[in-house]
Structures are given as structure tokens and as C-alpha cells.
């Protein structure tokens, strides 16, 4: 590993999208400089919303927006890929499964981040050394939801620190904590940093004694330009030069950022321009030229040698993609299992849905009367099926969309091994949840068929459970808002159980609305119900006519609502096909947030 690292960057400049001729774009940040190396803990300190933190995305390669100017690890530039392999990115909320233990979240973190070789043996020996260097050995079989706000900043220095980078990058690492915990927290950097890693921190307004830690700040005024970069022991020289003198007994740090920061006053032009002032002196000053001069020093590495200094780092070699799949199925059922109580009294509310649904239909008879009783009956209870199984997936990528994000962020895993896996998992819930809803059905009502029918009847609604389960993923993974997602599914709801079959006469549709039932899971799943129970039916009496219309057959039966019992094989089709193309939908959207929406 590299024993010494320097992290310079030059006329950095971000903007929240790349500016054009047409469109003007104010800068994010402006003209920033500065310089980080190994052994020392670096502060970037700011108002609030003046750029710290997009400051510390560009530099560690996380940035979703459009970065211009130089950012050079020894004189060489590089790319997010590397980046992340050299540095660890902690965030300033631990983003995590919180049914996971201590224990359990590091080894999932370390099988998919550290080298695919890397035996077992070695990696709990990794995590063990871990977890005891940063003091969580009595925490280690606590789940995360029941640890401290330090225990947190600590697990998430954990996550970064299996890899041994020789870079971190802190988001606000005492943000929320009390100053006791605070304190701890950066003694720990600091002890980091003694150990020859290279720190950088955005920080909100520390204590005295938590700035009197950093051996660097970088500070930037309200705008996103730079007012000082330096040693912490020189800065409140720099700006008694210019004029700004902190009192004796005022906290260093505060009088920073308040002396930088615009104040809330109805001339917010004349605010903005006493800050620039004070960003253009330090441009003038000699910490400036000091800072300019040993950037200049670092010089630009040829391309063959930046490629060799860093090779060792290009021979790591990630998880496999089936790794990253058994890994996230395992986390999935982890979380599933230690969540079950939650999950056993949403069955058993819809058992009990499921159970008023078929009371009224106890002891069915097959007669003119019956007719209507079945229909209804098969479609109530798909309608139920259908609508719990999309609607039971509906919170699943929303909840864990701050870690997806985080994690593709860092390169722990794909989004196709997450999709893939949080797929798999909904398959034997949603089957095996929907045999027993449909089970009771069919014993309660007396539907035909006997043992034979009875499995047949529970496939044909399980067809249309996975679909609805896809419908629900589509969704979940489309929109980030549950309240979104819900407006969108009540007009296709509508529009799909408009046309399934039971409140339209399918067969009298105008050619330009006849289409619309093909893209209906409503329709294909009644009629598959329909077929199974009217197939075969050729007795039916005609004692009690219905406005004077006798149905014999279930052929006339299916006819009468515009169902087909030659379409059985069209409808299983059907469904797939829709199963496909909604699991491909959401993919995709899952992908393109993944890659536009920045990981914090």
C-alpha cells in the first residue's frame, strides 16, 4: 500500500448541471484550492449550504454534478473507480439494514468490498480486528437500531475501515451527537490520522476543543468560494491581517462561520459582497501564494507512471455478481425473518379479508342463481389477491433506497444483484401466502374440482399474485414517493379492474377499447379462474331462469362474459409477459436513480 499520499485540488469549480451558452448556471462552489496528505485531519468548514459538503463529493468522486478544474492524488489524476478503492466515504447518517447486528453488517460489507480471494478465515479475522479497534466488541451482536448516535459514527467508520483505505472522507461526523460524544468521535480521527491516514471532514461548528484537533481547514463563505486554506494554528492570525478579530473568549470555530456566513438582512447584496471581500483577501494574502506555490510544486504526473504507482490497487478484484446475490438474499431474509411478527399480522389481516370475502358464498350451487354468486366470488377474491400482493411490495425499494444509493455508491454491490435478489425474495412469500389465502377460499365455498382443483385453482391466482407483485415493484422502484406511486395505481387499478372481465360486457366493446383487457393482470387471472371452474360444466339446471336467460353449459357461461376457454394458454402468457415487463420497468428506473441521484 502507498505509505504517503497527497491529495491536491486546483480551481475546483461544481455546478449543480453543466452550464451551457443558453443556460446560466451559478457555481455551487468557485475557484477552490487546497491540499490534504497522510497523517493529517483536515476540517472543511462552511455556512450552511455553502458548499462543504458538495466540496468533499468532488473530491472523493461521488459528485453528481458537473466538476471542473484539477483534483490530483500524487500528481495523478483519478478516476471515481479508483477513488473509491484508495478512499472510504462515511456519511453523515449511518445508512444500514437496521435488523442486521454489528457482526452481520460487516461481514456482508466485507465479503462484497474486500478481494473476491480473500478467504473466510481472513475475513473474520478482518472484522473481528475491526470491531475491537474501534471499541464495538460489546455491541457486536446488538442490532443496529438499538445502538448509540457514537455507536453509529463509530459502526460507519467500520464499514470503511475493512478495507484499510488510506483516505476517509467524514460528512459531519458530530452532527447530533452531544459534545462529549462529539469529542470522542474526532479523537478517534485523530488517532486515525496518527496512524498515517489522510482525513477530510466537513464540519458544522465545533467545539474549541474538537477544531483544536485538526492540523488543516479549509474554509469557504457563503457563495462556495475560498476564504482560507491553512494550519488551524495560523488562521485566526489571517484574519486579524484583514481586520477580523476574534474575542478572547469566543469559540474559534463559531467565529468562523459566522464571520463568513451573510447575515439575514433585507440587503443581502451588500452581505454577499462583505464575504466575497474577504474571499478575495485571502487571494491576496501569503498563505494564498504559500498554498499556489506548493501546488505548483506537485506537478502533473505522466499517465504511465500514474498507472504504475497505483497497479497494485487495479488488481483487487470485486465480488462476483452471484456473490453479491446469495449475499443480499441472505441480508433480505435476515431482515424478513427478524421483521416476521410485522409480517404474520398483515396475513393474518388479509386471511381474515379473505374470510369474509368467502362466507357469503358457503355451499355455492351450480344453477341459473350461482352463476353470478361464482363470477363474483372468483373476481372478489382475485381482486383481494391481487391488490394485497401489489400493495405488500409497495414500501420495499422506498425504505432502503438511502442505502441502495449508498452502497452502488460505493461500490459495494450492482443494481442488477440488488433487483435480482429483492425479486427472488418476494417469489416464496408471495407464493405461499397466496396458496393459503386461495385455500381458504376454495374449502370454504365448496369450489369444484376436489384435491385436483384445488392445487389448480391456487396456481392460477398465484400467476396473478407474482404479477401483481411485479405491478408493485414497478411502482416502488419507479417513484420515490409513496404518495406518488399510490396517485399513479389508482387510474391504472381502475382502468385494469374496469376491464377484467365482471363489470363490462367484454364482448361488446368497440374495436378501439377492445385491446385495453390484454393489458389487464384482472383480466387474464379471471379468466383463467373462470375457465378452471366453468371447463367441463355441462348440466347446469334451468328451474329459476334470470330474466328469462338460461345458461346449460359453462361454455355459455364463459361466452355470456366474454371470456374464451380456449384463451387458457394466451392468458398464462399474458401474465408472464406483463410479470416481465414491469420487473423490467423497474430495473431500469432503479438504475437511472441509482446513477442521478448522488449517494448522501
Known amino acids: 500500500m502507498h505509505d504517503f499520499l497527497v491529495l491536491s485540488w486546483k480551481n475546483v469549480?461544481?455546478?449543480?448541471?453543466?452550464?451551457?451558452?443558453?443556460?446560466?448556471?451559478?457555481?455551487?462552489?468557485?475557484?477552490?484550492?487546497?491540499?490534504?496528505?497522510?497523517?493529517?485531519?483536515?476540517?472543511?468548514?462552511?455556512?450552511?449550504?455553502?458548499?462543504?459538503?458538495?466540496?468533499?463529493?468532488?473530491?472523493?468522486?461521488r459528485s453528481k454534478c458537473h466538476v471542473e478544474g484539477q483534483i490530483l492524488l500524487n500528481g495523478c489524476n483519478v478516476d471515481?473507480?479508483?477513488?473509491?478503492?484508495?478512499?472510504?466515504?462515511?456519511?453523515?447518517?449511518?445508512?444500514?439494514?437496521?435488523?442486521?447486528?454489528?457482526?452481520?453488517h460487516l461481514e456482508f460489507m466485507a465479503r462484497l468490498k474486500m478481494d473476491r480471494h480473500t478467504s473466510w478465515k481472513e475475513l473474520l479475522l478482518i472484522v473481528t480486528n475491526v470491531i475491537e479497534h474501534l471499541s464495538l466488541s460489546h455491541r457486536a451482536d446488538t442490532q443496529l437500531s438499538a445502538l448509540s448516535g457514537g455507536q453509529r459514527k463509530r459502526l460507519g467508520l467500520a464499514n470503511q475501515l475493512l478495507m484499510n483505505p488510506q483516505i476517509l472522507f467524514c460528512d459531519e461526523p458530530t452532527t447530533g451527537l452531544d459534545?462529549?460524544?462529539a469529542m470522542n468521535v474526532i479523537k478517534?480521527?485523530?488517532?486515525?490520522?496518527?496512524?498515517?491516514?489522510?482525513?477530510?471532514?466537513?464540519?458544522?461548528?465545533?467545539?474549541?476543543?474538537?477544531?483544536?484537533?485538526?492540523?488543516?481547514?479549509?474554509?469557504?463563505?457563503?457563495?462556495?468560494?475560498?476564504?482560507?486554506?491553512?494550519?488551524?494554528?495560523?488562521?485566526?492570525?489571517?484574519?486579524?491581517?484583514?481586520?477580523?478579530?476574534?474575542?478572547?473568549?469566543?469559540?474559534?470555530?463559531?467565529?468562523?462561520?459566522?464571520?463568513?456566513?451573510?447575515?439575514?438582512?433585507?440587503?443581502?447584496?451588500?452581505?454577499?459582497?462583505?464575504?466575497n471581500r474577504i474571499a478575495d483577501s485571502f487571494k491576496r494574502s501569503a498563505a494564498c501564494a504559500a498554498l499556489l506555490n506548493e501546488l505548483d510544486a506537485i506537478?502533473?504526473?505522466?499517465?504511465?507512471?500514474?498507472?504504475?504507482?497505483?497497479?497494485?490497487?487495479?488488481?483487487?478484484?470485486?465480488?462476483?455478481?452471484?456473490?453479491?446475490?446469495?449475499?443480499?438474499?441472505?441480508?433480505?431474509?435476515?431482515?424478513?425473518?427478524?421483521?416476521?411478527?410485522?409480517?404474520?399480522?398483515?396475513?393474518?389481516?388479509y386471511a381474515l379479508v379473505m374470510l369474509m370475502v368467502s362466507v357469503p358464498y358457503a355451499d355455492l350451487q351450480i344453477n341459473q342463481t350461482g352463476i353470478q354468486n361464482l363470477q363474483g366470488l372468483l373476481y372478489s377474491a382475485m381482486a383481494e389477491i391481487i391488490f394485497s400482493s401489489a400493495y405488500s411490495v409497495l414500501f420495499t425499494f422506498p425504505e432502503e433506497i438511502p442505502v441502495f444509493l449508498y452502497d452502488v455508491g460505493d461500490n459495494v454491490y450492482s443494481t442488477s444483484a440488488y433487483y435480482t435478489s429483492k425479486v427472488v425474495m418476494m417469489l416464496p412469500r408471495t407464493i405461499i401466502e397466496t396458496f393459503l389465502l386461495s385455500s381458504i377460499v376454495f374449502w370454504i365455498t365448496g369450489l369444484r374440482g376436489g384435491i385436483s382443483g384445488w392445487f389448480e385453482f391456487a396456481i392460477r391466482m398465484i400467476f396473478g399474485a407474482i404479477t401483481a407483485t411485479s405491478y408493485g415493484a414497478c411502482l416502488?422502484?419507479?417513484?420515490?414517493?409513496?404518495?406518488?406511486?399510490?396517485?399513479?395505481?389508482?387510474?391504472?387499478?381502475?382502468?385494469?379492474?374496469?376491464?377484467?372481465?365482471?363489470?363490462?360486457?367484454?364482448?361488446?366493446?368497440?374495436?378501439?377499447?377492445?385491446?385495453?383487457?390484454?393489458?389487464?393482470?384482472?383480466?387474464?387471472?379471471?379468466?383463467?379462474?373462470?375457465?378452471?371452474q366453468w371447463r367441463g360444466v355441462t348440466d347446469i339446471p334451468c328451474s329459476k331462469s334470470v330474466d328469462n336467460v338460461c345458461y346449460t353449459t359453462g361454455e355459455q357461461v364463459l361466452h355470456s362474459y366474454g371470456l374464451q376457454s380456449e384463451n387458457n394458454t394466451l392468458d398464462f402468457f399474458g401474465l408472464i409477459v406483463m410479470f416481465c415487463i414491469f420487473h423490467v420497468i423497474g430495473f431500469f428506473s432503479l438504475l437511472r436513480r441509482s446513477q442521478q441521484v448522488a449517494a448522501y
Open 188 to 275: 478517534l480521527l485523530r488517532r486515525l490520522a496518527n496512524e498515517g491516514k489522510m482525513i477530510i471532514c466537513a464540519i458544522h461548528q465545533p467545539t474549541s476543543g474538537v477544531f483544536e484537533k485538526f492540523d488543516s481547514v479549509s474554509l469557504l463563505v457563503s457563495g462556495g468560494k475560498l476564504a482560507y486554506h491553512g494550519e488551524v494554528s495560523t488562521v485566526l492570525d489571517h484574519f486579524k491581517n484583514i481586520g477580523l478579530i476574534c474575542p478572547p473568549t469566543f469559540n474559534q470555530a463559531e467565529f468562523l462561520v459566522s464571520t463568513v456566513a451573510t447575515l439575514p438582512t433585507e440587503d443581502v447584496n451588500s452581505e454577499q459582497k462583505r464575504v
Open 80 to 104: 471515481q473507480e479508483l477513488m473509491s478503492k484508495i478512499s472510504g466515504f462515511v456519511p453523515q447518517k449511518d445508512l444500514s439494514i437496521e435488523s442486521l447486528t454489528v457482526q452481520e
Open 179 to 181: 459534545s462529549f460524544s
Open 476 to 532: 416502488s422502484a419507479t417513484f420515490e414517493s409513496i404518495n406518488t406511486a399510490s396517485l399513479v395505481s389508482v387510474p391504472v387499478d381502475f382502468i385494469g379492474s374496469t376491464f377484467g372481465g365482471l363489470f363490462i360486457q367484454l364482448r361488446s366493446l368497440p374495436f378501439y377499447m377492445a385491446w385495453i383487457k390484454y393489458i389487464s393482470m384482472f383480466f387474464y387471472t379471471f379468466e383463467l379462474l373462470s375457465i378452471q
Open 299 to 349: 506537478g502533473f504526473g505522466s499517465k504511465d507512471k500514474c498507472n504504475l504507482q497505483f497497479s497494485d490497487l487495479c488488481k483487487i478484484q470485486p465480488a462476483k455478481l452471484s456473490t453479491q446475490f446469495v449475499w443480499l438474499l441472505w441480508r433480505s431474509y435476515i431482515n424478513l425473518r427478524r421483521t416476521s411478527q410485522a409480517n404474520f399480522a398483515r396475513f393474518c389481516l
Open 13 to 61: 469549480t461544481c455546478y449543480a448541471e453543466k452550464p451551457s451558452k443558453n443556460l446560466h448556471s451559478s457555481p455551487i462552489i468557485s475557484d477552490v484550492s487546497g491540499i490534504a496528505k497522510s497523517g493529517t485531519l483536515t476540517a472543511v468548514m462552511s455556512p450552511s449550504g455553502a458548499g462543504k459538503t458538495s466540496l468533499l463529493a468532488a473530491l472523493n468522486k
